[in-house]
């Protein structure tokens, strides 16, 4: 049997409610001794009171959930600003009401949110170099910001709805990509790093692609690679050119005049003394450049740091290097460039605490898993640390510019790290090596 309405229930059970009391009633009226007219009378007043408690009874019930409905209806289709005017407290529909309404106010804040969230990631779509790419189960386009638009040098509205292959994006679109990928977009050619991940919407998979251009920051890293080395090629050169050619102007002076100078020889030698002079200093540039380029992979085995710190500081004969009494560390080295950096740095330390009669200590100290060393001077500390690892970059007279930019390489080849900076608790500077 099909079920009754709700409203067909209510004025059911509300009939079955007062049929025992009206039968009652009617009972007894018929067996009073008043007059037929009057009995006639009460019963029609009585039916008349009885359908009217019905009526008021199936509003009551009834309204106040057509009204919830209404609500729940408004919400169902994103209208979060309807209100009940009957929700109280304390009362168990207006409870029921009161949390309708609650309801309604908690998914407007959620949908302002997600409004407002959506709003910056546009922007941040819309602003990023980064090209970004969504498809969906058919490998059909279903977002794209700027860059990907300048990347397909097409706008958005043409591009939507298309295929991967349509788009020229198949080979990013693979199953198995690489990490990088030479290759040519409508909007440029170069190298592009490609990430891509998944996500689901309407519980369907969905891709998730993003290609950046590496060329472009790769040319300006290597253009300002290129500016910093010429600047300090420029500078060494300069200082070795213009000595030499003054020299030079001044030998063909002297060898031109009629006749000689009595001093003629000592002028010619000293000429020639400087110019061999720079000519070696030009040679060591050279060679420090060589070194620099031609490091060799690191040959790891394992090797003692302590025993290490000890050789490089007893190689130090212009003053005492102090190492300080510490555990010792055994890590997978190459013991011959790790010394070789060592030794650097330990000379670089004597020549600053030289200059003002202070010393050198060298600590060894566990950091993790690994090992830090720490290298004190008592010098003057560091007045500039932008042109620190700048290579061929120096400030010392004779000096290469090359033993900082190598340990740090050396290091960094180990997996490790190498840092400068004056010390906290006194004058001078501290180098740091984490391995």
Request: proline letters at 4%; aromatic letters at 4%; hydrophobic letters at 45%.
């Amino acid at each position: 049997m099909k079920p009754l309405r709700y409203e067909l229930k209510v004025a059911s059970l509300s009939v079955l409610l007062v049929l025992p009391s009206l039968a009652a009633a009617l009972w007894f009226l018929w067996q009073s001794p008043l007059d037929m007219q009057w009995r006639l009378g009460i019963i029609g007043g009585l039916l008349v009171a009885t359908v009217w408690l019905g009526i008021r009874l199936r509003r009551v019930i009834v309204h106040p959930l057509l009204t919830l409905v209404n609500l729940l209806d408004a919400l169902r289709a994103g209208d979060y600003s309807l209100r009940s005017t009957s929700a109280v407290r304390g009362d168990a529909l207006g409870e029921v009401l009161w949390e309708v309404n609650a309801l309604a106010s908690t998914l407007r804040e959620q949908r302002l949110r997600v409004e407002e969230s959506g709003a910056l990631l546009g922007k941040v779509l819309s602003n990023v170099d980064i090209a970004i790419f969504a498809f969906d189960d058919e490998q059909r386009l279903k977002l794209i910001n700027a860059a990907g638009e300048r990347l397909l040098a097409r706008d958005a509205a043409s591009a939507l709805g298309q295929t991967a292959l349509e788009l020229g994006l198949e080979a990013c679109c693979a199953d198995v990509i690489p990490s990088t990928l030479k290759t040519a977009f409508p909007g440029g050619a170069g190298s592009f790093d490609l990430r891509r991940t998944t996500f689901r919407e309407g519980g369907r998979p969905h891709q998730l692609l993003a290609i950046t251009d590496l060329s472009r920051a790769l040319r300006e890293e290597e253009r300002g690679a290129w500016q910093r080395l010429i600047r300090v090629l420029g500078h060494e050169l300069n200082n070795s050119l213009a000595p030499i050619r003054s020299m030079a102007s001044t030998l063909s002076t002297v060898v031109t005049r009629e006749p000689l100078p009595h001093d003629w020889r000592e002028d010619v030698l000293g000429a020639l003394q400087i110019i061999g002079d720079r000519a070696e200093s030009l040679t060591r540039f050279m060679s420090g450049y060589t070194r620099l380029a031609r490091l060799p992979p690191a040959n790891k085995r394992q090797a003692s740091l302590r025993g290490m710190l000890q050789r490089a500081a007893r190689l130090e004969q212009r003053l005492t290097v102090i190492v300080e009494d510490g555990p010792d560390k055994t890590l997978a080295l190459d013991q011959d460039q790790i010394e070789q950096a060592l030794i650097n740095l330990i000379k670089n330390a004597a020549e600053a605490a030289l200059e003002t009669g202070g010393g050198v200590r060298v600590r060894l100290l566990e950091h993790g898993s690994g090992a830090r060393i720490e290298i004190d001077d008592e010098g003057k500390g560091l007045a500039k640390t932008e042109n620190l690892f700048v290579p061929f970059f120096t400030t010392k007279p004779g000096g290469s510019g090359v033993g900082l930019v190598l340990a740090r390489q050396i290091v960094e080849n180990h997996g490790g790290s190498l840092s400068l900076a004056n010390r906290p608790d006194a004058s001078g500077c501290r180098v740091t090596i984490d391995l």
